[in-house]
């Protein structure tokens, strides 16, 4: 089966872009032969971006202008068909296509499966521009209208969705995304990295994009409350400043580490090549997200898969993700996250690197059928029940 998937720069949403790479790694794997992702992208793309998903096997990468940013929405709103994107996938013997964040029109000829991370827009509205919220909240239900099956990441996304459209009769499926690390990405020696940024042996890492709900300043405000304390604590955080919906929003976090004297604290290392990602994340005393929203967080998802421990915000999904396996504290709550740092750094050994968890496989193997399934649901292929 050969489905359509549109680029999702990693620049943008780092996030995406690794479910991606993990998901044709996965499908190759476990399902070898039996899928083709069809990866479409525009004609500014990053070469390097789709260089690495071009070399995962089986994975084909189709640039056309019809994928430059959203040149054929109002087609696919007005008419009903984005024309140039549907040729596209004609000529190249697409099956069923995956909607990320587009909209192909009701009158596609082709299955289509629209992905919905989450629904940040509902629970989070005060974090969007007004047009940006409705943009948003349209394209979902102009999805479900026409008929898409709906893909899920978790079954907190399940729980809003079916709280939030209650009359949809969309097909349903939650698909819990697992990663498995790149053994290409797992050769680069931690210490090397750690020298490299000039790093201390311990330190927690925050690979988040600065977004808002992200909540850096959580941290902010945690590390002055340790620093009150005398507590010699180090967070690493890494990833694209670029947030499209507030673009001031990494200087005015900067601005306040700045102000505070916590720059030895608080180290931003901005977007950094994957291998050193892997190599912080392996070598860190605790992954770090003090996100207030999240659909399936990926960076947990990578943590579990080397057994790292966790200081997590509480919210629905990263107790889903972790089953209680980490330290929690609430999204507003700096001193919480201030004691959870302090003692999880006097526990601390040394440098420890870690590997990839016994059984990572089967987490990747399930992420790998549930896909397969819901693909084949879409194109027909497959009648059982959808979640």
Not at 1 to 16: K, P, V
Not at 121 to 147: D, K, M, N, V, Y
Not at 233 to 254: K, Q
Request: charged share 20%.
């Amino acid at each position: 089966m050969r489905f359509a998937f549109s680029h999702i720069s990693r620049r943008l949403w780092a996030g995406g872009y690794n479910y991606q790479r993990n998901l044709f790694a996965a499908l190759a794997q476990f399902l070898p032969g039996e899928f083709v992702p069809v990866v479409f992208a525009g004609t500014k793309a990053d070469e390097n971006e789709l260089a690495e998903l071009a070399v995962l096997p089986g994975v084909e990468v189709v640039r056309s202008d019809a994928f430059d940013g959203q040149r054929g929405l109002p087609a696919a709103l007005g008419l009903g068909l984005d024309s140039g994107a549907a040729a596209a996938f004609r000529a190249a013997g697409i099956d069923v296509v995956v909607e990320s964040a587009r909209f192909f029109g009701w009158r596609l000829a082709l299955p289509a499966v629209a992905w919905i991370p989450d629904l940040q827009h509902r629970s989070l509205p005060q974090l969007f521009p007004t047009t940006a919220r409705w943009r948003r909240e349209l394209g979902f239900r102009i999805q479900i209208a026409s008929g898409r099956t709906i893909m899920l990441s978790s079954e907190s996304a399940l729980r809003d969705f079916r709280a939030y459209y209650p009359h949809a009769r969309s097909r349903v499926s939650v698909v819990r995304f697992a990663t498995q690390p790149p053994a290409a990405f797992l050769t680069t020696d931690p210490s090397d990295v750690i020298a490299t940024y000039d790093l201390p042996a311990n330190y927690f890492y925050l690979p988040n994009q600065f977004y808002r709900h992200k909540n850096h300043q959580l941290v902010v405000d945690a590390l002055t409350i340790l620093k009150c304390r005398g507590s010699d604590v180090v967070v690493c955080a890494s990833g694209s400043t670029e947030d499209r919906r507030e673009p001031g929003y990494y200087d005015l976090v900067n601005s306040e580490i700045k102000s505070r004297g916590l720059g030895a604290h608080f180290r931003h290392l901005g977007v950094i090549p994957l291998p050193h990602v892997y190599a912080l994340l392996r070598a860190s005393t605790a992954l770090l997200n003090p996100s207030r929203f999240e659909g399936w967080s990926t960076t947990v998802e990578e943590a579990k898969s080397f057994g790292v421990p966790m200081i997590l915000s509480d919210i629905d999904v990263h107790r889903e993700q972790t089953s209680g396996a980490a330290r929690y504290f609430g999204v507003d709550d700096p001193n919480a996250l201030a004691d959870h740092l302090m003692q999880a750094s006097q526990e601390a050994r040394g440098l420890v690197v870690r590997n990839v968890v016994p059984h990572q496989d089967d987490s990747v193997r399930a992420f790998a059928a549930n896909f397969a399934a819901t693909m084949r649901r879409a194109a027909g292929q497959d009648v059982s029940e959808p979640v």
